[in-house]
């Protein structure tokens, strides 16, 4: 199958073709006939599949046969997106996609000053990529208006939803025109996902692609089982040991990510970090930075880290587990792309064994073990195995409690975390309540 016989027109095939694209994916061969028939999209598919393409290229095809010119302070086709750095890096793909059509795009997103945002959109644009609450703000502002618009795309819509974006994304709902078609992209399909679905599509076509690391062996993946206060110093052993050149870490707050490049920088190793503590401008330099190989490592939150796209990266490592098993999926999505093989180590403590539990029953897989010599763990790791079952407890578990019916409690590993700053203070997904009622707000 070729882009060609998906029925493109030969500008996008031309831009697809400079990008080395050669064969559609998956979730491509599917979304983009289904696209340009008019078709409303839910579809299961997650970063690294190509799915920005997938819903991005017979949109542009649809912006440019189709439609009016944009007007005044109007958009045509609308991405919604839950972080900053995926509106960028979404925006980024579509400018490439559009590269050969009369189209303009734009990306607003919070953080930054929204004074150049609304002068930018006085023109009106074809293609807006946006965060919610950034959406918003300038639609109250009377920056933007919605009668020109004819797709809504809603990217990562259960993270969306786990960031506390289901009211905005009511509100917003609320002012599009009821005639439009809408393409819903998940990773996962909660019960709040498809109430959300259900609202927003109208006889949508549904789409799944298997998760990369069940479906795919690109990612090789293990966990190494060590005592919590010496993860720093295993790491840096790991590091040393396996010559490591290019490594993204995940770190499960933001105290801990500046924890750790702190030490690394104090080694005299070449290491930045990025969490949502640090201003927009920042982040992007550090990741800049880290793309260009002038930092070796780069130690991230998921939020900061959600929508990064760095090819052919070796080595995706797991400082802290995830506290939504979920986010799993995503951080080692960073690796073993397009068919490269990858690798992603977990370095694991007893007081993540739900949490590594949670992800062997996600992942329907036992992640293999090892422990590194000198380094064996006082507090050892309950065996584990993709049912769910955690053998034994941990001898001297941190904070004991349970919830009252469920058999994991990962929310009390939310509380319990670093008060100080959390990043950020999300539920597991599937406890995520029904839409409009989502936990905790907080803005890209
Ligand atoms: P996404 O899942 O949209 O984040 O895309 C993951 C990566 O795959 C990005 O670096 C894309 O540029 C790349 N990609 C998407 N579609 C294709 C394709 N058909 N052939 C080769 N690379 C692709």
Request: glycine share 6%; hydrophobic share 40%; aromatic share 4%.
């Amino acid at each position: 199958m070729t882009f060609a016989t998906l029925g493109l027109i030969e500008p996008l095939l031309r831009s697809l073709e400079t990008l080395g694209y050669q064969t559609p994916t998956p979730v491509q061969a599917q979304a983009i006939p289904a696209v340009l028939a008019g078709r409303d999209l839910m579809a299961a598919a997650q970063t690294g599949t190509g799915k920005t393409a997938g819903f991005a290229v017979p949109l542009l095809q649809l912006l440019a046969m189709e439609g009016p010119k944009v007007t005044a302070n109007s958009v045509r086709a609308l991405i919604l997106v839950p972080t900053r750095e995926l509106a960028e890096q979404v925006h980024e793909a579509v400018r490439q996609y559009a590269e050969n059509l009369p189209l303009s795009t734009y990306a607003v997103y919070g953080g930054v000053s929204i004074n150049p945002q609304m002068m930018k959109l006085r023109k009106g644009v074809d293609l807006l990529v946006a965060t919610p609450g950034r959406l918003l703000d300038l639609f109250r502002q009377n920056a933007l208006k919605f009668n020109q618009l004819q797709t809504l795309v809603l990217d990562e819509a259960d993270r969306m939803l786990d960031l506390g974006f289901s009211e905005e994304l009511g509100n917003i709902y609320r002012v599009l025109p009821k005639k439009r078609q809408t393409l819903l992209f998940s990773a996962t399909f909660s019960d709040a996902i498809r109430l959300l679905a259900g609202q927003m599509l109208n006889d949508p076509l549904s789409i799944e692609v298997s998760p990369r690391n069940v479906a795919a062996n690109t990612v090789k993946q293990w966990v190494v089982t060590v005592d919590k206060k010496r993860k720093p110093e295993l790491f840096i052993h790991l590091l040393r040991k396996g010559k490591w050149k290019q490594v993204l870490v995940f770190a499960k707050t933001r105290n801990g990510v500046d924890a750790l490049v702190e030490k690394l920088q104090g080694l005299g190793i070449n290491a930045d970090g990025i969490h949502g503590d640090k201003p927009q401008a920042t982040r992007q330099r550090a990741l800049d930075r880290f793309k260009a190989s002038e930092v070796q490592i780069l130690v991230a939150t998921d939020v900061a880290a959600r929508g990064l796209d760095i090819e052919d990266l070796p080595l995706v490592v797991n400082f802290d587990l995830p506290i939504v098993a979920e986010d799993y999926i995503h951080r080692i999505g960073r690796t073993g792309r397009a068919g490269s093989t990858g690798q992603a180590i977990s370095l694991v403590c007893a007081d993540e064994v739900n949490l590594l539990s949670a992800i062997e029953t996600l992942t329907r897989q036992t992640l293999p073990r090892q422990v590194e010599h000198d380094f064996e763990p006082e507090h050892r790791v309950p065996d584990t195995d993709a049912s769910g079952q955690v053998v034994k407890k941990p001898k001297k578990p941190k904070k004991p409690k349970t919830s009252s019916g469920g058999k994991r409690n990962l929310g009390k590993w939310v509380e319990s975390g670093e008060a100080s700053a959390p990043e950020p203070s999300i539920k597991p997904v599937r406890k995520v309540p029904v839409f409009n009622t989502g936990p905790r707000k907080r803005k890209p």
